[in-house]
């Protein structure tokens, strides 16, 4: 379900580093809370962003989410297909639906973001706490 | 229904047959409710193009009972009750003295001497207390709310759905009309009322028949294409429609001619409460309308989102959502009358940038005849 080599985060965003680029988008169990995206708000390329901050927001006919970004660095690219088509974070929110790519300002700073296990083990405890 | 305590949300009779099916829960009004089973979009879509099911079992219910019944319906409720006939319901309203909405409601004529009237989940105490506190006619008035599960069946293909389920000759019972029959052999009252700009039903039956009825209806309409809705969808559809929501387009502080409601009040029936202060603001003249727009720029406006007209904040949006049949972004406010035409452009405020936006005509969505 959770790729092994992304790293995760308690906001539920996914980060996949290579080469002190990190590529990073929302989870599937992000885009199953959301339910049916309808329109993604991403920001201009070369805009620098601090971990934890704000960088965009995801919207389901319900409801908003802030999309915080897990690492810092500058956006150095834009998925340009989510304009068109934002449903596509429903469909492959771990692939074709990568909402940023970030010049990280820190090549290793992702090291210290959950893994998949420990996030899979994060969404389990927290499903069991809603229920 | 009971619940243990104050602060757990209350449960309709069809909690775990919402639980069976999945649905994503939230609590709505003090109520464990389904938002959202297969998904807002696609429950959307079924009530456009064939049936959804809803259970709305945290409506309330209060009936006036009596000699003078009407009388007290007349003095709580701004619309005329004197004309219905056994078996018409009426869309109305309960009003402060100030003319503002204490709820909207619907008045179901029972007989001369009853009328059963359906109110929101959340204002029901409220409700019950202000129609008793007016009750100079010893009409006896009962919250029943807990003796009935509410079913709504609605879409172009509710009425041969139900009709499978009924010796009721459906096509008997005009729009707001009901009638008292057997829905798989339990004894509901069928009302062809709804929330969703679409044909169909309203069902009152008692609780314990609650799973019968609602897994009979959703086998029954299964080739039709009935799904469960919650009310996630509920309030996309009742939007797409322009229909106002308590709390939102109307509470304590709007009026009738504000809310473009104005053809649920009648003045000339004589005395009700609120009807001083609406004949006042009715001589002065409105100075704000509810519109409805759709977002020129890209985003969507929610609820409580500022609205700048010529460029200055003026309200807030009182509900603004995605439309699924539609496909657009709509919204309603209230505007200044003065710019209140449709075709003038108006701002939202989506964090912290504005996006622009047109007044256009509601409802938004009219089904085809």
């Not at chain 1, 639906?97 to 296990?117: E, N, Q, S, V, Y």
């Not at chain 2, 504000?258 to 004949?279: M, N, Q, Y």
């Not at chain 2, 496909?327 to 075709?343: M, R, T, W």
Request: hydrophobic letters at 40%; aromatic letters at 8%.
């Amino acid at each position: 379900m959770y790729p092994a080599d992304y790293r995760y985060t308690k906001e539920h965003e996914w980060v996949k580093v290579t080469e002190g680029v990190g590529t990073i988008g929302i989870t599937f169990h992000a885009q199953k809370e959301l339910g049916d995206v309808v329109f993604v708000e991403l920001p201009q390329p070369g805009t620098h962003f601090d971990a934890s901050q704000t960088f965009g927001t995801v919207e389901s006919v319900k409801a908003v989410s802030d999309l915080y970004c897990p690492v810092a660095g500058s956006v150095a690219e834009v998925n340009p297909a989510l304009a068109d088509n934002p449903a596509l974070v429903n469909e492959d929110p771990h692939g074709k639906a990568w909402l940023i790519k970030l010049k990280l300002d820190d090549p290793k700073a992702a090291d210290g973001l959950l893994t998949a296990a420990q996030y899979e083990e994060f969404v389990r405890e927290s499903e069991e706490t809603q229920a | 229904m009971a619940t243990d305590t104050q602060t757990a949300p209350r449960q309709t009779a069809l909690n775990a047959a919402h639980r069976t099916l999945k649905a994503k829960m939230v609590n709505f009004a003090g109520w464990d409710m389904p938002v959202e089973y297969s998904g807002i979009i696609p429950e959307h879509l079924a009530v456009r193009t064939a049936a959804g099911l809803f259970d709305v079992s945290h409506m309330g219910e209060i009936e006036i009972r009596g000699p003078q019944a009407l009388d007290l319906v007349q003095q709580v409720a701004c619309n005329n009750a004197a004309g219905l006939v056994v078996g018409q319901a009426q869309y109305s309203a309960l009003l402060t003295e100030q003319g503002t909405f204490v709820d909207d409601i619907v008045v179901h004529k029972f007989s001369d001497t009853h009328y059963f009237i359906c109110v929101n989940a959340a204002n029901r105490e409220k409700d019950f207390t202000h129609i008793q506190a007016q009750n100079r006619f010893k009409a006896k008035v009962n919250h029943t709310s807990d003796d009935y599960t509410q079913l709504a069946l609605q879409g172009p293909r509710a009425a041969s759905i139900l009709q499978r389920l009924t010796p009721v000759d459906l096509s008997a019972i005009r729009t707001y009309r009901f009638a008292f029959g057997k829905v798989c052999d339990v004894r509901c009252l069928i009302a062809r009322t709804g929330y969703t700009g679409e044909d169909g039903f309203e069902l009152y039956l008692e609780p314990p028949a609650s799973e019968k009825v609602w897994n009979a209806l959703l086998e029954a309409g299964k080739e039709d294409g009935l799904i469960p809705v919650g009310l996630g969808a509920r309030n996309t559809l009742r939007l797409e429609s322009g229909y106002a929501l308590y709390g939102h387009e109307i509470d304590d502080t709007t009026t009738v001619w504000e809310a473009k409601l104005g053809w649920i009040c009648k003045l000339d029936k004589g005395e009700f409460t609120g009807r001083a202060a609406l004949v006042a603001q009715k001589e002065a003249g409105v100075r704000r309308k509810l519109a409805g727009f759709e977002m020129r720029g890209r985003g969507i406006a929610r609820d409580g989102y500022p609205v700048l007209v010529d460029g200055k904040e003026y309200g807030r949006v009182t509900s603004g959502s995605p439309a699924p049949y539609l496909k657009k972004n709509l919204g309603l406010a209230y505007i200044p009358v003065g710019a209140s035409a449709v075709g003038t452009r108006i701002g939202i405020g989506i964090r912290g940038t504005t996006v622009e936006a047109e007044l256009v005509p509601t409802p938004f969505y009219k089904r085809p005849k």
